[in-house]
């Protein structure tokens, strides 16, 4: 299992934009679950597919970083069950707003999850990471203001900086 975090470099206006204001090269993050990287199967929250979803992607585009996530025996399968529980939740734009905008009303939603809410949420539940609220985080690094975690600067803190993922060579390891 993997973070892999999508340079925003490759995206639109809006990937830049998170990018931007979190100051770093990420602008999303996804869960690889398994698969090898030009198939693989991954899980977060998109606002391009409207929220939560299983997803297959081509890792070895060029455009992704990953870093390894440590599991033990049985890890795979509280994931995969806390997905199921989790079932389809919306994007939040709502938090992503608060979180880039600061906004002065309530800005965090339960129901709806933005990508590194819901990958953190996933960690969380093999117990990693706990001390992190997962609406307080953004994929790559810190907003100003916000007192937020940046997901690949807490995991590469921990498991070593993420690495680009090699071009077809299967599951990085």
């Known amino acids: 299992m993997h973070l892999a975090f999508y340079k925003g470099q490759y995206g639109g206006k809006f990937d830049k934009a998170i990018c931007w204001w979190t100051s770093s090269p990420y602008s999303h993050v996804e869960m690889w679950l398994d698969g090898p990287a030009h198939t693989a199967r991954c899980f977060s929250s998109s606002p391009r597919d409207g929220g939560t979803r299983f997803t297959t992607i081509d890792l070895d585009s060029g455009k992704w970083d990953a870093i390894k996530v440590p599991t033990r025996v049985g890890d795979q399968k509280l994931i995969e069950r806390y997905i199921a529980e989790l079932g389809h939740r919306n994007y939040d734009w709502l938090g992503i707003l608060g979180f880039v905008f600061i906004l002065p009303f309530k800005n965090h939603d339960d129901e709806d999850l933005f990508c590194s809410e819901v990958c953190l949420e996933l960690l969380h539940c093999i117990g990693h990471f706990l001390f992190v609220k997962p609406w307080k985080s953004s994929p790559g690094g810190h ?30 390891v």
């Open 143 to 172: 907003a100003p203001l916000r007192r937020s975690r940046g997901l690949a600067e807490l995991a590469g803190s921990q498991w070593g900086a993420p690495v680009p993922i090699p071009p077809v060579t299967g599951t990085i």
